[in-house]
């Protein structure tokens, strides 16, 4: 299985600051087949980006994502307040599918 | 607009089973990819498995096996997910999410989220 490795384990920013979250696989991701989901508590995952680098339909231009085979990156570029919240990333290269064990960002 | 409606909380007894449903409206099951996560309280997300419903064929995480099922019924929109021999560890809200293709054509993983359903397994 590929294990998937998050870091930080909390961000503590400031409205508007920029964040910058890693993840980091165990081995090379099949196709760069790597996504990212945002979570608010209470709330189901909401899909951010796929393909490593591709926005998912009606999510914001300050959320990029780069990265390939086993280091993938997540920014957003200018912290709104709704940002706050736990970040996964997710590979489906290859089977089973898994997610890293999450990004809390904070507000600072 | 796809909506993905599960069955409501559940509460059982360690060594029983439970069986969550989860609906489609808005679209169609048969040509997309259904996957059941997991998170416990205050945890992380965990893959189960998934179902290719117009093949009926599924797939499972190797910490779930033959202990899930999951399944499909094409002629109500709707696919099921089975746990059985729960344990107090089983504690969770469980999520179904489907698949969609971008208009590229490009193939776009658990981009739709059911509510949520919360399984707590309590003697």
């Known amino acids: 299985d590929i294990v998937l490795t998050q870091s930080p384990g909390t961000l503590s920013l400031s409205p508007g600051e920029r964040a910058t979250l890693s993840c980091r696989a165990s081995?090379?991701?099949?196709?760069?087949?790597l996504a990212w989901f945002q979570q608010i508590p209470g709330q189901a995952p909401r899909l951010l980006i796929y393909?490593?680098?591709s926005r998912a339909t009606g999510i914001p231009d300050r959320f990029g994502g780069s990265g390939s085979g086993t280091d993938f990156t997540l920014t957003i570029s200018r912290l709104e307040p709704e940002d706050f919240a736990v970040y996964y990333c997710q590979q489906y290269g290859s089977s089973p599918w898994t997610f890293g064990q999450g990004t809390k960002v904070e507000i600072k | 607009q796809v909506q993905l409606v599960q069955s409501g909380a559940e509460v059982k007894k360690p060594g029983s089973s439970v069986k969550v449903s989860c609906r489609a409206s808005?679209?169609?099951?048969?040509?997309?990819?259904i996957s059941w996560v997991r998170q416990a309280p205050g945890q992380g997300l965990d893959w189960m498995g998934r179902?290719?419903?117009?093949?009926?064929?599924?797939n499972y995480a190797q910490k779930f096996q033959g202990r899930v099922s999951i399944t499909a019924d094409r002629s109500t929109s709707t696919a099921y997910m089975e746990l059985s021999s729960l344990r107090s560890e089983d504690t969770a809200v469980y999520y179904c999410a489907r698949d969609y293709y971008d208009h590229s054509g490009y193939f776009v993983p658990l981009g739709y989220w059911g509510q949520g359903t919360l399984v707590t397994v309590s003697s």
């Open positions: 081995q090379s991701v099949g196709s760069n087949f």
């Open positions: 808005g679209g169609t099951l048969s040509s997309y990819t």
């Open positions: 179902i290719i419903p117009i093949l009926g064929i599924a």
């Open positions: 393909g490593a680098s």
